[in-house]
């Protein structure tokens, strides 16, 4: 088969414009067909602009109209052209993969559940959540990968990963800190995550909130942050005071605040001596430990039995994991 000649194709404003009649008569799963068929012969043509400007168009209008499968799948379909032109990681770039999230639905699940209609209205709306998040994340993950390919950062993208904790923050019924918490480290806004760990303390069950700040404050500094552990951990208490909530007052705390003090000072035996004496506080999560050994490589230079072990030994583990 013949490669289509860029002269044969028309500009891709026409396409838009006729495909958007389409998709405003109803018409989604034959819009959907025409996106991907009309998309590809432009990568065909290696007009990959063009292609870009089709799928962002048809995926934000998909999106819009509650079509989440179908937008998603446009949205993949846009950064898979990212990457197979070789598209460099730029803020403009970065502009449009932001409009495309912006346009994945938000909608609350419900709190009160009462006869028989309100239990099948509430387990609807937790297969729709469920179905957002998954594809938000693929797309998400997907232009982060693209960013850690063609981008300046190894972690890729620090405004994609915020997105994406945000998102699956806000959107997921039954939340995993611990996914939010890997991708608001590696964000450009430990504000907005202080802000979210605050929000949990609130809706939390007992227990559950010094296991978030611990692990927030133990994640930045396995990335070697010390910067941002100290502000999220004393943004969290500024918040927390203000707002009338018990700061959680226990052994992992103490833990982390006299960690924190540690890793000021070359001080590896104190931190070998912490680490004995909480060492029941530090058990109750398994994560803890890696990333205290990570954290003894990155401040005291000691060497990890297995350095691919764990979860910063590979970037994709958690990001293929949803």
Request: charged share 30%; glycine share 6%.
């Amino acid at each position: 088969m013949s490669r289509p000649r860029k002269a044969s194709l028309p500009p891709a404003l026409q396409s838009i414009e006729k495909l958007q009649k389409v998709i405003d008569g109803g018409n989604f799963y034959g819009a959907q067909q025409m996106y991907k068929s009309t998309s590809a012969r432009y990568i065909a043509a290696e007009r990959y602009y063009e292609a870009l400007d089709i799928l962002e168009s048809g995926a934000c209008l998909q999106l819009k109209h509650d079509q989440v499968t179908c937008g998603a799948e446009l949205a993949l379909l846009f950064v898979e052209t990212l990457v197979k032109g070789k598209f460099p990681y730029n803020d403009d770039l970065l502009d449009r993969l932001r409009k495309i999230y912006e346009a994945f639905p938000r909608n609350a699940v419900p709190d009160h559940v009462g006869d028989d209609d309100d239990m099948q209205k509430l387990s609807e709306a937790l297969g729709a959540a469920k179905i957002r998040v998954e594809a938000c994340a693929s797309f998400l993950r997907a232009a982060i990968r693209w960013s850690i390919e063609l981008g300046p950062d190894r972690n890729g993208s620090r405004e994609l990963h915020t997105m994406l904790a945000e998102y699956i923050y806000s959107e997921t019924p039954e939340v995993d800190m611990a996914k939010v918490s890997f991708h608001f480290v590696r964000g450009n806004s430990p504000k907005k995550f202080a802000d979210t760990l605050v929000d949990f303390m609130e809706k939390c069950y007992p227990g559950e909130d010094d296991l978030a700040i611990a692990r927030a404050v133990l994640m930045y500094l396995a990335l070697g942050n010390m910067r941002d552990a100290n502000y999220v951990l004393n943004e969290v208490k500024k918040q927390a005071e203000s707002k009338e909530l018990d700061f959680p007052d226990s052994d992992l705390m103490q833990f982390i605040n006299y960690l924190l003090q540690t890793l000021e000072r070359d001080a590896l035996p104190l931190f070998r001596m912490l680490r004995q004496s909480y060492k029941s506080s530090i058990d109750i999560d398994p994560a803890f430990n890696e990333f205290l050994d990570e954290i003894a490589e990155k401040f005291y230079g000691v060497r990890r039995k297995n350095p691919m072990q764990g979860m910063f030994g590979d970037i994709f583990k958690m990001m293929g994991d949803m």
